[in-house]
């Protein structure tokens, strides 16, 4: 089955610094890759998403790539921001259910940023 | 973009009540809707796929007669936590796929589910 493995948290991180949250997953075809944010006590956002190999998504900032050779989808920030704490989530979203699959999460990774 | 309303955003209830919970998608038609469940601090688990006109499919280990999954329309998919007790307590979110947008999935806000 589908699987998503991420870097386990909290990552606390100063202000300005650079970032990296690991991410890969075990599927079968070809999979769309997700990261979706969530601040909290609230849902889950969007952050960014690439649907097919070597894309890369980028959104506020973020960035990741989707390496289907080493089926990784690292997401990256250049320099972080203290409101950009709040927990990652990658996700995967399979092609053989013809719709009807849902999405397969990582368990989250939680980033702190301090001033 | 594609927008998933949920409803309520919090209840607090009664042990031994039931609670409905509400997924809407506003501006699109949504065959098959989804429920997670998630835990304080922890990722969200599928709990079961909703599709439209017919029964929902539980992932191994939900109790279908516990939670109710209706999904009346192409836009309204309903979870009904029967008999709450305290440990059914936790963050429940919808999420529905358009199949004009096939490679997405859309969530909605969430509800905090606390019973007492």
């Known amino acids: 089955g589908n699987s998503v493995t991420q870097m386990e948290g909290p990552v606390t991180l100063s202000e300005e610094a650079f970032l990296t949250i690991n991410c890969t997953y075990t599927?079968?075809?070809?999979?769309?890759l997700f990261w979706y944010v969530q601040y909290p006590g609230e849902g889950l956002q969007l952050l960014l998403k690439?649907?097919?190999?070597?894309d890369k998504g980028s959104n506020k900032g973020f960035e990741a790539t989707y390496r289907k050779e080493t089926t990784s989808f690292h997401l990256e920030k250049g320099s972080v921001q203290v409101s950009d704490s709040a927990v990652y989530f990658c996700a995967l979203l399979g092609t053989s259910g013809g719709g009807a699959d849902g999405l397969t999460f990582g368990k989250g990774t939680h980033l702190i940023i301090q001033p | 973009g594609a927008v998933v309303s949920q409803h309520p955003s919090w209840v607090i209830c009664k042990s031994g009540t039931s609670v409905k919970i509400e997924c809407r998608s506003l501006?699109?038609?949504?065959?098959?809707m989804f429920w997670y469940r998630q835990f304080p601090k922890q990722s969200l688990m599928l709990m079961a796929t909703s599709n439209e006109g017919s029964k929902a499919t539980y992932e191994q280990g939900v109790e279908k007669d516990k939670f109710l999954i209706n999904h009346a329309s192409l836009t309204l998919s309903t979870l009904t936590v029967t008999s709450a007790h305290p440990e059914d307590s936790s963050f429940y979110i919808c999420?529905?796929?358009?199949?004009?947008?096939?490679?997405?999935?859309?969530f909605g806000q969430g509800t905090r589910l606390t019973v007492v």
């Open positions: 690439a649907t097919k190999a070597d």
């Open positions: 599927a079968t075809g070809y999979p769309s």
């Open positions: 999420s529905a796929r358009d199949l004009g947008v096939p490679t997405e999935a859309f």
């Open positions: 501006d699109f038609q949504a065959t098959t």
